[in-house]
């Protein structure tokens, strides 16, 4: 039975509530699955700065929260803090976007990319070289304009993004169509006999990901680039996280 922490590093419960819906119906029966949201920080991360801010909000979220679990999860699409998070846990972490693209690739050649809002484009695009899966995009299409409520851009937005999915598959010969952000959690399920490839969600993706790296039991590394890293005095850090980065947990 696995046991996995989901956090979510922006500050807006309702995507928090979008995730733990989305997870708990991907989960085998009796994972457990503990949800957090950022205390602070921004609303939604869409860009380079806020994803340097939501980074430092995800690994002091996961310092205080990771005690008596299996595997975590950083639940927001370009995988804020993922390389920092590998080095400090003792357990696996798994990145929403890496999961989702991953999975992708176990389903197609190409994937391509869908999400809500144009400022996501550099950081995503960012995030799919950071993890070495450049060659298998297909490409990055984004809506334009604005949004009534981030925590119902889904609900608001569901046409145009089937229309973009299409146009991923047609114009950019996409084989698999990612659905990115947490916002878009759950809403693959509901489209997918709209759009004519395969659709991943990210949440679910990442959920089998977690259950199946919780199995595994994989050791920490003690060697290589994601051994931990020398203990070092911190100022200003929150509690969790200074414990942590001194060699106190």
């Known amino acids: 039975m696995a046991k996995l922490l989901f956090i979510n590093p922006n500050t807006s419960a309702s995507i928090t509530d979008r995730?733990?819906?989305?997870?708990?119906?991907?989960?085998?029966?009796?994972?457990?699955?503990?949800?957090?949201?950022?205390?602070?920080g921004v609303p939604y991360i869409a860009t380079r700065a806020e994803a340097v801010i939501g980074a430092q909000v995800a690994l002091e979220m996961l310092a205080e929260h990771q005690a008596g679990h299996d595997?975590?999860?950083?639940?927001?699409?370009?995988?804020?803090?993922?390389g920092g998070a590998r080095e400090l846990l003792p357990i696996p972490v798994i990145g929403l976007a890496e999961a989702a693209m991953l999975t992708a690739c176990m389903l197609g050649r190409r994937f391509a990319i869908v999400?809500?809002?144009?400022?996501?484009?550099?950081?995503?695009?960012?995030?799919?070289?950071?993890?070495?899966?450049?060659?298998?995009?297909?490409?990055?299409?984004?809506?334009?304009?604005?949004?009534r409520s981030i925590g119902d851009v889904q609900d608001e937005k569901e046409n145009l993004l089937v229309e973009l999915a299409r146009q991923a598959v047609q114009r950019d010969e996409a084989d698999v169509i990612v659905l990115a952000?947490?916002?878009?959690?759950?809403?693959?399920?509901?489209v997918a006999d709209r759009i004519p490839v395969p659709v991943v969600d990210g949440v679910a993706a990442a959920v089998k990901q977690a259950e199946a790296l919780a199995a595994l039991s994989p050791r920490k590394a003690t060697q290589g680039t994601f051994r931990k890293p020398a203990p070092k005095p911190t100022d200003g850090v929150a509690p969790a996280l200074r414990r942590l980065m001194s060699g106190e947990s």
């Open 115 to 147: 999400s809500f809002a144009a400022a996501l484009g550099p950081w995503y695009r960012e995030c799919v070289e950071y993890h070495g899966l450049a060659g298998r995009l297909a490409g990055i299409r984004l809506l334009e304009g604005d949004f």
């Open 181 to 190: 952000g947490a916002p878009l959690a759950g809403l693959a399920g509901r």
């Open 71 to 82: 595997a975590a999860v950083i639940a927001a699409f370009g995988d804020p803090g993922l």
């Open 19 to 40: 995730i733990a819906a989305a997870a708990r119906q991907a989960a085998s029966p009796g994972t457990q699955i503990t949800f957090e949201t950022a205390p602070h």
